[in-house]
């Protein structure tokens, strides 16, 4: 060895020497961060009102505390700005945040943006309402088909097996409303006596719906109504207490409010079917993290149904359902 | 083990073993230290905050137990409940707590009696269904704490509430009847009080319902009913109280459990073990790294620490492997640390002493030859003494007297200059003398049958010589020219100074030499019989032994021609040369 090799070797050895030393005293030096702390999420809601989307927000919540991840959060006022909810979600994709948890409200228009994110490398995460022009990881939601097929099962039951019935949809109602609307009608084949009579198309808040209704109602003689989404449900229930016709016309409707409740306890409404929104969050924050460290999310996740009548809406894990919010 | 190895290797090994035995020894107990210190800490942590969290609640939960007694005396022990004295104290006792939601007053059929605030009640509901209803009447006596639900009662009020609720004896209209009383609170306080609890990063606070095992308050309880999570229980229930180790799930996770022993809750603190203990995986990569980078710098230090000491006496190696290979002027360098250095001055010193040995042999040995080879020219050879006596006993037979005269001087003279007084060294004149006489004798000898002529300068005769040097040269003379030669011949001795040297020749007009003749008395192979017995080598050696080697005897000879032989050596003053020779 001679004088020059064994001088460099000397130097070598002792910057590595240097360097461990640094590190041991100064912890992080030498460390990649890869820890879920530095981790950003964002999550693209279709609103921030009503319990639903609260208790939506409170999963996520729930999910940010548990992993300490960083959450970001848009939404829009209105279930039905979809140009908004796009226009937000790509400009969301410039902060790069490492996943993005989606509630679209339109399937065909948000195509452009899950192709920006795959080529952003940007794992999205579907929840609520399930996208099918681009490519996402997961699907975290309710299977909103059977749930319509459920429906009209449930509201065939209250009425025996026969009867005319329309549909209250909801122009915000979005991808679920579509679903639950096929559900709806293929059920309703299988009813030889039940039949579809009528859709009735709102918009806007639930009194708006409760007009449409009773302009329906006027205009046709009904034995019972599946009102698609909340909004409509609303709409339709107030509508038939209005007419004090809740005994007469079976409704059925989605997912649930403390007026809706209430209604439900007055007998206005006979079923809801429910979903468990927190979940649906907490499990939208949790995959987008596996999906942003690498690892494979399933790529659909059903999030369980509830029926919800008069009785068993104080049960005490339906209660924490739809009650979520301690006041 | 350590046998064949270098010093820098042992040296390295050595030190780099014990440090590293030294670091690891030290850390281990360190961090076992640490370790112990950070899980008690973990412990007493989650602890307390779960202690502190029970003692609020069960502080709450007292207060509100007492207003609760407090109003529950003022109606029992009240006239009529529906004097507005009553409600209006009721309402002042309410206003003292924010938290208060309703107070309710029922009959034993569940028919309202009197409520506060008054707000319209739902019109299909019967109380008697309810829970805290029945749990009144079953425990009379005994007030009812119910878990948090979401009361029932009023019109477009869905609020979450803990229900207190007594039976109660009651005077209405006059009349003394059983009924139950029924105080709600908001849940908002304790869920609020817990939410905000926080244990690390992740860890949480829950609420057991002691009885039953029900969940009062969890942050994740929709998770755990939509089974997505899982909430270990066991071990709270089975405990009253302390902090303990859960591994049932994946994390490993503490578990504090405090009991509130008003409501018979539990209140349970979940923190995790690995969040606690992040300090110390911490400490654990900081040792590993400085371990590592005390080795580094041990390597580094020893390998030049033990180069340091290793090179001198490398160095010193080769400077012994070259006085092996009989070099002894060089010295080995002195350097590095102090036993290298000492090493090196003894190993200096030691060669000094065989150099002075070694030479103290080589004069010895230079001068106990000296001594013999003069012992051999000492030598008068008998035969040559036998000859010349043999000579003047003709002679005398012949009435040559006066050549017998000559003769015997001759031979006396020899005698003398030859035994000298012992000394080697005597002047050219004496020696010259000495060579006339030998001569003078062996001209009478061989009748005549050579002439000589002695030439020497006058300059030269004072100078010393070694002693019988030159008799040899001329019976060499004799024996190989004149002898066997026919013809009368003649020998020639000339001194002269060459510069600083003497020159010596002997030469005669003989036979000559051969080449091998010539190199056979060189080598001292041939010794006459008839001569003195003192060899031409015998002059060689002695003449190199006292002047050095660049001196000594020259041949010059050519067959038919005659051989001259040249003797050269420095010119010295006699005293000088004595000093010389008695020096040695």
Known sequence: MNRRRRVIISILIFVTAAVLLLSAFNPGFLERKSRTSDMTIQVILRSNEGDYWQNVAMGAQAAVKEFGITMYVTNSYDQGDIEGQLQAAMQSLETKPDAIVLAASDDESFGPFLKAAADRHIPVIAIDSILTSGKTKSYIGMDNYTAGKEALDELANQLDGQGDIAIVTHTAAGINGRLREQGIRDAAANHPDIHLVDRVMCSGDHDSCSASVSKELQEQKLDGIVAINIVSSIGAAMELKKEQAGERIKLIGFDSSPELLEMMQDNQLQKLIVQNPFSMGYLGIKYAMEAALGHKVPSRVEIERKLIDKKNMFWKDNQKLLFPVVQ | MMRGKSIQYILSVSIILFSVFIIIVVSTVLYGRFATT?????????????????????????????????????????GDVDSETIRRQLETMMSTRADTVSLALFDEKGQLVMDLPNVAMKQALDVRSEGWFQSALDTPGHLSISLPHVQNLYKEQFRWVVSLSKSITINHNG??????????????????????????????????????????????????????????????????????????????????????????????????????????????????QLLLALILIVVLLSSIVSRRISRPIKQLELSMKNVEHGNFEQTAIGEGPLEVWQLADRFNIMIGTIKKLMRQIVTEQESKRKYELEALQAQINPHFLYNTLNSVVRMVGMNKNEEVTTMITSLSRLFRISLGKGKSVITIADELEHARNYLVIQQMRFKNKFDYSIEADEAVLNYATLKLIIQPLIENALVHGIEPSVDKGHIKVKVKLDGQDIVIEVSDDGLGMSEERLNQVMTGQVTSSKGSGVGVTNVQERIRLFYGQTYGLHFDSELEEGTMVTIRFPAMELEQAEGRDQAE
């Not at chain 2, 007493?44 to 502190?52: A, K, L, W």
């Not at chain 2, 069960?58 to 005396?73: G, I, P, S």
């Not at chain 2, 244990?199 to 939509?226: C, F, M, R, T």
């Open chain 2, 38 to 78: 950070a899980e008690e800490n973990a412990f007493r942590n989650s602890q307390q905050i779960v202690d502190q969290v029970s003692y609020s609640l069960e502080n709450n939960v007292q207060a509100t137990a007492d207003l609760f007694n407090m109003m529950y005396h003022t109606i029992s022990l009240s």
């Open chain 2, 175 to 288: 009349k003394s009847i059983q009924g139950v009383l029924l105080l709600d609170v908001n849940f908002n306080t304790i869920d609020e009080l817990s939410d905000r609890v926080s244990l690390g990063e992740k860890g949480y606070v829950y609420i057991l319902d002691e009885s039953a095992g029900n969940i009062v308050y969890h942050p994740q309880l929709q998770l755990i009913y939509a089974g997505l999570k899982d909430e270990n229980v066991e071990l709270a229930l089975k405990h009253t109280y302390g902090s303990f180790i859960d591994r049932t799930a994946d994390d490993t996770k503490i578990i504090s459990v405090q009991t509130i022993g008003n409501v018979g809750w539990k209140v349970v603190g979940v923190s995790y073990k690995n969040e606690a203990m992040t300090s110390i995986s911490e400490l654990n990569r900081s040792m590993f």
